[in-house]
């Protein structure tokens, strides 16, 4: 799994760790039961505090993402249905944000369907 930080974007570094945890997940790139790198060694790799790659996580975990085996590690979920859940969820801010950014260009319904067609979408 590759991890790759943008220190300058708004989002916080734990939070930028955690999106890419869940979309490699929703991309089939980490598989159901996968251990994912201790933290102390993910936040070494990154340049990071442990703190960070912690917050982030616990924030994974609460989504019911991954689990924590005490002496074991951070592994991501067996549930297929979650990872579906989540990988919807990412598609659906992905059609949302598309969408924004097609109105505030000034498109019409009509226009961003027939741009979607044009391009075999």
Same mark, same amino acid.
């Given at each position: 799994?590759?991890?790759?930080?943008?220190?300058?974007?708004?989002?916080?570094?734990? $939070?930028?760790?955690?999106?890419?945890? #869940?979309?490699?997940?929703? #991309?089939?790139?980490?598989?159901?039961?996968?251990?994912?790198?201790? $933290?102390?060694?993910?936040?070494?790799?990154?340049?990071?505090?442990?703190?960070?790659?912690?917050?982030?996580?616990?924030?994974?975990?609460? =989504? $019911?993402? *991954?689990? *924590?085996?005490?002496?074991?590690? *951070?592994?991501?979920?067996?549930?297929?249905?979650?990872?579906?859940?989540?990988?919807?969820?990412?598609?659906?801010?992905?059609?949302?944000?598309?969408? =924004?950014?097609? #109105?505030?260009?000034?498109? *019409? #319904?009509?226009?961003?369907?027939?741009?979607?067609?044009?391009?075999?979408?």
């Amino acid at each position: 799994m590759l991890i790759r930080l943008d220190p300058s974007a708004p989002e916080p570094i734990y $939070a930028q760790i955690a999106a890419q945890v #869940r979309s490699a997940a929703a #991309r089939g790139e980490l598989e159901p039961g996968e251990r994912l790198p201790a $933290a102390r060694d993910l936040a070494e790799s990154l340049q990071v505090n442990l703190h960070t790659v912690l917050r982030a996580y616990q924030e994974l975990e609460r =989504d $019911a993402l *991954t689990e *924590t085996r005490r002496g074991q590690g *951070t592994f991501i979920t067996r549930d297929a249905d979650r990872v579906a859940e989540i990988r919807r969820k990412l598609a659906e801010q992905a059609v949302n944000d598309f969408l =924004d950014k097609m #109105r505030s260009l000034g498109l *019409t #319904r009509d226009e961003i369907m027939r741009l979607l067609e044009e391009r075999g979408g």
